[in-house]
């Protein structure tokens, strides 16, 4: 129904989904000069220590990976947050062929990709369906990946697509914990915004950190895929076998005589 093309894309959506043209529509451009401090804001804090991943999933729009969120065991709290926000699910954003695929820019610049992690607010709403309509249901953590130039990680990103190749794809995935993915700063940038995507609801307190994660080989094994660059081009949305081996295939060549 949805998605980046030219008749699917982001300029149509408001068709089906008209609060598209709302006031409060993500992603945006982060202006540093602009953005006011505010001193009231204290610095978030994430609780991911005995966060419980259950498996992954392709969705035909990004690679989800669901987390167990039946208690507070992973919350994201603090900054703009009045309370706890339960981790629910994170997935990332990549970039069409040849350009770089994070949603939110920085004065115009942007990055490889993007994670988001999703949280929501479990204090005052029951289901994550209700809090996903609510203006203060969500939480979204997003953080910018540059890819490093010394990173080989095509074996491992090729272990993650294989398990989610096609649009609907869901397997097991035990035991991954999204804070070897936080850069060392945990300085931000927060606003009032948006589901970046259908149904795109204005339910989302958006927390972008300033420092980008850069990947290579030496982050630790448990750290596996992370997103491509944009030699990958749109995730494997639908793809054929043929086409993913022919996009490795492409990266490969590319890869070896980068
Ligand atoms: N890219 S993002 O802003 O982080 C983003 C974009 C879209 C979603 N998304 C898509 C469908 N849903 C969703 C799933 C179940 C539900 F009950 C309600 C929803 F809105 C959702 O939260 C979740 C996160
Ligand atoms: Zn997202």
Redesign the pocket.
């Known amino acids: 129904d949805w998605g980046y093309g030219v008749e699917d894309g982001p300029s149509l959506w408001h068709q089906n989904y008209p609060i598209a043209e709302g006031s409060r529509q993500?992603?945006i451009d982060i202006l540093p000069q602009t953005a006011s401090h505010d001193p009231s804001l204290g610095p978030i804090a994430l609780k991911y220590d005995q966060c419980t991943s259950i498996n992954i999933a392709n969705?035909g729009?990004?690679v989800v990976v669901e987390f167990e969120d039946s208690d507070d065991r992973s919350v994201i709290q603090g900054g703009p947050l009045d309370n706890p926000y339960r981790l629910?699910?994170f997935?990332f954003?990549w970039g069409g062929k040849g350009c770089r695929g994070s949603?939110h820019t920085v004065e115009g610049h942007s990055y490889a990709s993007e994670l988001?992690l999703?949280h929501w607010n479990a204090v005052k709403y029951e289901?994550?369906?209700?809090a996903?309509?609510a203006p203060d249901g969500?939480a979204?953590l997003?953080i910018f990946l540059e890819t490093g130039d010394d990173h080989r990680w095509l074996h491992t990103i090729t272990d993650a697509l294989y398990m989610v190749k096609f649009k609907g794809s869901v397997t097991n995935f035990k035991s991954f914990n999204p804070k070897c993915l936080l850069p060392s700063s945990l300085h931000y940038w927060t606003y009032l915004?948006?589901?970046?995507?259908?149904?795109?609801?204005e339910?989302?307190t958006?927390i972008v950190l300033k420092e980008p994660i850069a990947v290579s080989e030496k982050q630790p094994a448990h750290s596996w895929w992370i997103p491509g660059s944009s030699h990958y081009g749109w995730f494997p949305i639908q793809t054929s076998q043929m086409e993913l081996s022919l996009a490795f295939a492409a990266h490969k060549t590319t890869a070896s005589t980068e």
């Open positions: 993500s992603p969705n729009h990004s629910k699910q997935h954003h949603e988001h999703v289901t994550f369906g209700e996903a309509t969500l979204v997003g915004g948006s589901l970046t995507t259908p149904p795109l609801h339910s989302v958006w």
